[in-house]
């Protein structure tokens, strides 16, 4: 299967990901809709494990299901490093749509010791503790 998703073009696996994640919002959009003229509340359940993966040698594909029950896709581009989200929704021919939630190119981002890090010692200390004790698991930046 490998050498066969390998392949394919970057653009048709792309439009393939993109269908699959529209047909599974609006599968699960209309699970969950109720009669009309009914005012009965739908519970959108939070699934820690409802989501897949893929990638070849170009582009890395994550789907996953946000808080309002919305598919999301995230696209990463490995040659150039820039991400993509995209969220879908179902629904009503009114309601149903695919956006464009943002991207950004993330080649600057892994060149970052720390960003937002909550842990109670930063990269550069770690560094430093490392090379006070004589190991060689990292030289300090």
């Known amino acids: 299967m490998t050498a066969l998703f390998a392949a394919r073009t970057a653009p048709a696996w792309i439009l ?3 269908l699959t994640l529209v047909s599974l919002g609006l599968v699960s959009e209309s699970q969950g809709n109720p009669p009309q003229g009914s005012q009965t509340t739908t519970v959108v359940p939070l699934s820690s494990g409802f989501g897949t993966s893929d990638s070849n040698a170009d ?9 309002t029950g919305g598919s999301l896709l ?4 490995t040659r150039t490093r ?3 989200v995209y969220q879908a929704q179902g629904g009503t021919a009114s309601t149903s749509n695919v956006r464009w939630v943002g ?9 970052v010791d720390g960003f937002n890090d909550k842990s109670d010692f930063s990269y550069k200390e770690l560094a430093r503790r490392f090379a ?4 060689s698991a990292t030289t300090e930046k």
């Open 16 to 18: 393939a990901a993109g």
């Open 59 to 67: 582009m890395i594909a994550v789907t996953g299901v946000d808080v």
């Open 74 to 77: 995230y696209l990463v581009d």
């Open 82 to 84: 820039h991400l993509s």
């Open 103 to 111: 991207g950004r190119n993330i080649d600057l981002d892994f060149q």
């Open 132 to 135: 006070e004790s004589g190991s």
